[in-house]
C-alpha cells in the first residue's frame, strides 16, 4: 500500500545538536501516519571535513549572485516515484533550501508540498534572497518566525505560515513517575554571562548543581538519543534558564521577539522556567498561564537570591512544576502542531492521532491530581 506522505529529511546531512528538534517532529510524523522518507546521502563524506557545509557555502554564493535554480550542494539525487497526498521538506536554515534539488520529480508526484522553515531571521531574508526564491515550488512556507513572514512572503510569493515548536511529551514529561529532581539549574543554548558566572562559582564552590553547555558547535551521533538525554536531564532540573535569542542583546542587530524550542522544552518537562518571557501576544497564546517564566534580569548579579527566595515557598514552586506539565500536556504537544499542519493542507488525521490526544489528556487529569 502507497504511503500518503513523503517527509523529505536532512538526517544524513547535517548531525548539529539543533538539529536533533526536526528530527524529532520527523519521527512524531512517522509514528503517526503512513510515510516514507527521503534521507539522501552525499557524494562525499568524511569525519575529518564537511562537505556538505562547504557544498551549501558555494551553491548559496552562485544563488546570490545569479538566477541559477538546479544548484546541488554535493547531495546523492534521490527520485520519487510515488504518489504522495503532502509532501513535507524540513530546512533549518536558509542555505539548507538547494538540497532539495537533489530530489527527482518531487513536486509532480506530491498533491500539496509544503516546507518548514526554521531559522530564518530578517537579515537572513535578505542575506539569501535568491535562494529563498526556490520555495516558490511549495504550496506553502511554514515557520517559528513570526516577524519575518512579511518579508518572506513577499520574496517566494507563497502562503506563509507561523507554526509555534512543540515539544514530545512522552519523551519530556516527568509523569506518571517523577525523578527526583537533583539538578539545581540548567542552562542549554543563549545564556547570560553574569548568570553564568555567579552560577560557575557557587559550582566550583559545591553549592549547586550547575549544568551548561561547554561546547560551541557540538555535533550528535543519535538525534534520538541525544533528545532523550536533554529530556532526562531536564525532568531533573529544578530551574531551566530561557531567554530571547541572542539577537536581542547584540549592538545595532535588528530586533525580533522570536521565541524558540527552549520554552516548551523547559515547560514540557516541568521545570522552573527562569529568564526572560518574550513580551508579545503570540508567546501569550502558548503560555499565557501565571508563572510560565519567571522573570530575572538578563544583567543581574543576584540570581541566586532570587532563587533562594523562590525555594522558600515550596507550595508556588510546585504549582509551577505542575502546571507546566499539564498546560504542556494539553497544548504543546507535537500532536497539536501536526493537528494544525493536515487542516492547513486539508487532510484528515489517522486514528492514532485522537489516540494520542486521549493519553496526553489522560495524564494532564493524572498530573492534576497527584
Known amino acids: 500500500m502507497n504511503k ?22 520527523e519521527d512524531f510524523i512517522c509514528n503517526m501516519d ?9 557524494y562525499y563524506y568524511s569525519d575529518y571535513f564537511d562537505y556538505y557545509q562547504l557544498g551549501k557555502r558555494i551553491s ?18 534521490s527520485k ?49 534572497s535568491n535562494t529563498l526564491k526556490l520555495l516558490s515550488q511549495f504550496d506553502i512556507i511554514l515557520t517559528n518566525y513570526y516577524y519575518s513572514i512579511p518579508a518572506l512572503q513577499k520574496i517566494i510569493c507563497r502562503p506563509c505560515v507561523f507554526m509555534a515548536p512543540g515539544v514530545d511529551m512522552r519523551r519530556f514529561c516527568s509523569y506518571p513517575n517523577p525523578p527526583v529532581r537533583n539538578i539545581d539549574v540548567y542552562s542549554m543554548g543563549h545564556r547570560s554571562p553574569i548568570m553564568h558566572k555567579e552560577f560557575m562559582e557557587l559550582s566550583v564552590r559545591g553549592e549547586i548543581f550547575y549544568i551548561y553547555d561547554t561546547i560551541k558547535t557540538l555535533e550528535t551521533l543519535n538525534p534520538s538519543e541525544h533528545r532523550s538525554l536533554v529530556a532526562n536531564i531536564a525532568k531533573r532540573s529544578k530551574y531551566f534558564i530561557t531567554y530571547l535569542p541572542k539577537q536581542k542583546f547584540e549592538k545595532n542587530a535588528i530586533q525580533q521577539m522570536e521565541f524558540g524550542y527552549r520554552y516548551f522544552e523547559g515547560a514540557g518537562a516541568g521545570t522552573v522556567m527562569i529568564g526572560e518571557a518574550p513580551d508579545c501576544d503570540l508567546f501569550k497564546q502558548y503560555f499565557d498561564w501565571d508563572d510560565a517564566v519567571i522573570n530575572i534580569p538578563y544583567d543581574t548579579t543576584k540570581a541566586i537570591n532570587i532563587l533562594a527566595e523562590l525555594d522558600k515557598d515550596k507550595i508556588r514552586i510546585q504549582f509551577i512544576r505542575k502546571n507546566n506539565t499539564i498546560q504542556s500536556l494539553l497544548r504543546n504537544d507535537w500532536v497539536y502542531r501536526w493537528e494544525d499542519i493536515l487542516k492547513l493542507v486539508g487532510m484528515k488525521a489517522t486514528p492514532s492521532v485522537a489516540e494520542r490526544e486521549l493519553f496526553l489528556r489522560q495524564l494532564a487529569d493524572e498530573v492534576y491530581k497527584t
Open 4 to 25: 500518503r506522505i513523503c517527509v523529505f529529511s536532512q538526517r544524513n546531512l547535517g548531525h548539529i545538536v539543533s538539529r536533533s528538534l526536526a528530527y524529532e517532529f
Open 34 to 42: 503512513t510515510v516514507d522518507m527521503i534521507t539522501p546521502q552525499l
Open 60 to 77: 548559496n554564493w552562485i544563488a546570490r549572485k545569479t538566477n541559477v535554480k538546479k544548484i546541488n550542494p554535493g547531495i546523492r539525487k
Open 80 to 128: 520519487i516515484n510515488n504518489k504522495y497526498e503532502l509532501f513535507i521538506a524540513f530546512f533549518q536554515f536558509p542555505n539548507d533550501i538547494p538540497s532539495i534539488n537533489s530530489i527527482l520529480n518531487w513536486r509532480e508526484n506530491s498533491k500539496v508540498a509544503i516546507c518548514w522553515l526554521d531559522d530564518i531571521w530578517l537579515t537572513d531574508i535578505i542575506k539569501y
